[in-house]
């Protein structure tokens, strides 16, 4: 870890309700708890609250989920009055595109948020139906001009990649739509076929590998053509616009993590939440643990990790821990004496990073 990853610290707030649950989803999101809303941000406030003496000043938030815009925009900005967050800090809430408002965006805004990240996936309505999500194309434009006018200054589009049915001018259509809307940050996903998702039950909608590998490549080639600039696999942003919370995953930051199955890292101990909404009310409203597991890395397993993670991004890893056998998938990376890997060695990520020493 890198003395100013040490020097940041973030909040990742879990918000685990959604309008319809995605046929690729596996998080811990649900559907149907509509009436726990206003409870559970309550219990994400105590939470909050406890834990705002222990914690050094903030310099990233991030509000994922679930679908955080779907919850009373004012109730999730309460949360955020009992934390000692940097006035300067990157302040990110991921959004549907069909349940963006002005209203909505207002208290964001006055609650410090200056990035949006917003769940595209795809702009082709058939392939969104293929993926099971259900929101119009159309929305994300007006969406989009409603964050521009908000005065949001930094906007993230996600993308997935790999749905059945998703032809390559499909998905340059997305890629393209999403670049004309200019965003600061693009993210693209390869679909996961993920245990227990309707997904997963239906072989006919699983991915195929060499088709996800043509619209990784192509997508790189688009974006980067436009000027962002890949510093993870999945991201691209624009100089000086990639996520900084993100970078805290990477570099193996410290974060605290609040509301269900939140995860947090403290000390070099990862710890996360009860994955139910039930049992987290539960336990803040009698006063008990949330945590529902933990683990801490020997010294060598985590240089090791801090490795692995490193050379999925831009900074690379001295060469020394690069075998010769993989050294074909990667190239020098700007800090000096790095490697970091190719457009093609991205997608051989997984096996350079178990062959690293």
Request: charged share 20%; hydrophobic share 40%; glycine share 6%.
């Amino acid at each position: 870890m890198t003395s100013e990853a040490n020097a940041k610290f973030g909040l990742y707030l879990h918000v685990p309700f959604c309008v319809r649950r995605c046929d690729y989803c596996s998080f811990a999101t649900w559907a149907d708890r509509g009436h726990l809303v206003e409870t559970y941000l309550a219990a994400c406030r105590t939470q909050a609250k406890a834990a705002s003496t222990s914690v050094p000043e903030i310099t990233s938030v991030f509000v994922g989920g679930g679908t955080p815009n779907l919850v009373p925009a004012d109730l999730l900005a309460n949360i955020f009055q009992e934390l000692p967050i940097a006035p300067d800090a990157e302040f990110t809430v991921e959004c549907n595109p069909d349940l963006v408002d002005t209203q909505q965006l207002d208290i964001y805004v006055a609650a410090g948020v200056n990035r949006v990240s917003l769940g595209v996936q795809s702009m082709v309505p058939h392939v969104l139906a293929s993926l099971g999500r259900d929101h119009d194309p159309d929305n994300v434009y007006a969406a989009v001009d409603a964050i521009r006018e908000a005065g949001i200054a930094c906007l993230n589009l996600d993308l997935i990649y790999g749905a059945n049915g998703e032809s390559i001018e499909d998905w340059t259509t997305s890629v393209e739509s999403a670049l004309s809307l200019h965003p600061e940050h693009l993210s693209t996903y390869a679909l996961t076929v993920e245990p227990g998702t309707p997904l997963a039950d239906d072989f006919n909608r699983h991915p195929n590998d060499d088709d996800q590998a043509d619209k990784y490549l192509l997508a790189d080639a688009l974006i980067t053509s436009a000027g962002l600039v890949n510093y993870e696999i999945s991201n691209w942003a624009r100089p000086g616009e990639h996520c900084e919370h993100n970078m805290l995953y990477w570099n193996q930051g410290e974060y605290l993590g609040l509301g269900a199955a939140a995860h947090s890292h403290l000390d070099q101990r990862r710890f996360w939440s009860v994955r139910t909404p039930e049992r987290f009310i539960t336990a803040v409203t009698e006063g008990s643990s949330v945590e529902a597991g933990a683990e801490k890395l020997d010294p060598e397993a985590w240089a090791l990790e801090g490795r692995q993670l490193a050379i999925r991004t831009d900074e690379g890893v001295p060469e020394k821990f690069v075998p010769n056998e993989v050294q074909h998938l990667t190239e020098p990376a700007d800090n000096e004496g790095n490697l970091k890997l190719t457009v093609e060695g991205r997608l051989l990520a997984n096996e350079v990073s178990v062959r690293l020493r």
